[in-house]
């Protein structure tokens, strides 16, 4: 499996500060629940990532 293989699995995202002064991205699928926590640089570099793959398939 790797970036370019298609997968037909539903998931739900959420993004916000936590009471730690970190960010968390916390993902859940099919009962199993991925909190991940970041600094906020490196939640800018993550953004920023996000941000240049959807300009560079966007044209």
């Not at 993004?15 to 916390?26: A, E, K, L, S, W």
């Not at 990532?49 to 044209?59: F, M, N, P, R, T």
Request: net charge negative; proline share 5%.
């Amino acid at each position: 499996m790797g970036l370019n293989t298609e997968r037909d699995i539903e998931a739900n995202m959420q993004i916000g500060p936590t009471d730690q002064g970190m960010v968390r991205i916390f993902v859940e699928s099919q009962g199993i629940e991925i909190p991940m926590d970041f600094s906020p640089e490196e939640a800018e570099e993550i953004a920023a990532e996000i941000i240049a793959a959807a300009k560079s398939v966007s044209g």
